[in-house]
């Protein structure tokens, strides 16, 4: 048999692949839908967590600053009362974590390093450090609610912030749903 160039290509119709197309889009559909209705939230979540390998960073809430630190020096400041009592208040509630950033002028600068090894990061983290026993000593925060971020560069300070690190509030455990299911006696 020969083909003109007119003459159409032997085969099945379009329609029918078209047809099987959106009837397997279609199953397909369905199977996650039947799979999602089963799904432990608490299980699905803990497995994304350990399939990054990572902890879970805590939501930010406020943040606040200790700056003021000499050159080359990690001694603290004068006027930190009122970061601390700010730490204070928050860190109350055991759920909040407390994580310090010490930093350290900009690279070029070569003055606001530590002094025994001439390393930026080093006085960064000691700046971290000695603003965490501060929080310490005056009972703002526990030392297992304190956290160290990699040191920073922008600043002869230490950024603290305050993040929620927490599990859900066993109260809100107990509560209803927002919406009753349907056929539900009210």
Known sequence: MRMTRFDTAPGRPL????????????????VFLQAAQAVDRSA??????????????PMALERAMIDGFAPGS?????????????????????????????GTDSAGAG?????????????ATDRARAVAALLVREGAAMPTQITFAPPGIGGRGVHIDLGFA??????ADRQAPVAAPTGADQ
């Open 15 to 30: 329609w029918l692949t078209t047809l099987a197309d959106i009837s397997l889009l279609l199953v397909g559909f369905f």
């Open 166 to 171: 927490g599990d859900r509030q066993a109260v």
């Open 44 to 57: 699905l979540t803990a497995g994304i967590r350990a399939g990054f390998d990572a902890e879970p960073i």
């Open 111 to 123: 003055r606001d390093v530590d002094p025994a090894t001439g390393s930026a990061a080093i006085l």
């Open 74 to 102: 990690a001694a603290l400041p004068g006027g930190t009362a009122n970061t601390v009592d700010f730490v204070r208040e928050a860190a109350t509630d055991r759920r909040i974590a407390v994580t310090l950033t010490g």
